[in-house]
């Protein structure tokens, strides 16, 4: 059960567009198309912004996209916004139900 | 709306044990499977434990098995997690998560977390 492996800080401008990675094996992001992402303000909870890799929750705006290639899954923000400044973490599905969240990426709007 | 309410956090001792409790409303709890995730001071998100929608079947991450004790009781709509030999390193605001729509594993509804603190 070792943390998925993610960026620690990305950055963008407003308006530009941007993408964490998240690179585990093929027992988790490889093996399932269950990747999800998470978004986190300071001192709130997590937000569930994607899952089974590319679907967006009622709710998220379409500038959050999801893939995966591999045993490397990707979260791209498009159109950055000031509000999109937070901390990101993937998450995935392991097998026998566990799962496995990445370490996380802090992002700035500059 | 979906709420999940978290309570049972505080400081204890290593070694210690605390239950910490769960209480959901807003949709059918019993049919749904129910996590708990923590995270350390200033770190990332853990996944601790799982549940089946019918408590049937509990499932640990390795850093807590033999340890901890996920349970629910449907009848109460409340989640439950049972901490025994704490050690200074399970120091973490938890969270409960409810798994998503559809049975999809991912955690659609979280709650607002509760602190624990293992520290003589």
């Known amino acids: 059960q070792s943390a998925l492996t993610q960026p620690r800080s990305v950055s963008g401008s407003p308006g530009q567009s941007l993408t964490i990675s998240c690179t585990g094996t093929s027992s988790d992001v490889g093996g399932y198309n269950y990747v999800s992402w998470y978004q986190q303000h300071p001192g709130k909870a997590p937000k569930l912004m994607i899952y089974n890799v590319s679907k967006r929750p009622s709710g998220v705006p379409d500038r959050f996209s999801g893939s995966k290639s591999g045993n490397t899954a990707s979260l791209t923000i498009s159109g950055l916004q000031a509000e999109d400044e937070a901390d990101y973490y993937c998450?995935?599905?392991?097998?026998?139900?566990?799962?496995?969240f990445g370490g996380g990426t802090k992002l700035t709007v500059l | 709306q979906v709420q999940l309410v978290e309570s049972g956090g505080g400081v204890v001792q290593p070694g210690g044990s605390l239950r910490l409790s769960c209480a959901a409303s807003g949709f059918t709890f019993s049919t749904y499977g129910i996590h708990w995730v923590r995270q350390a001071p200033g770190k990332g998100l853990e996944w601790v434990a799982f549940?089946?929608?019918?408590?049937?079947?509990?499932y640990y991450a390795d850093s807590v098995k033999g340890r901890f004790t996920i349970s629910r009781d449907n009848s109460k709509n409340t989640l439950y997690l049972q901490m025994n030999s704490l050690r200074a390193e399970d120091t973490a605001v938890y969270y409960c998560a409810k798994d998503q729509e559809g049975g999809t594993p991912a955690f659609d509804y979280w709650g607002q977390g509760t602190l624990v603190t293992v520290s003589s």
């Open positions: 998450c995935s599905y392991a097998g026998s139900y566990t799962w496995v």
């Open positions: 549940i089946r929608f019918d408590g049937n079947n509990e």
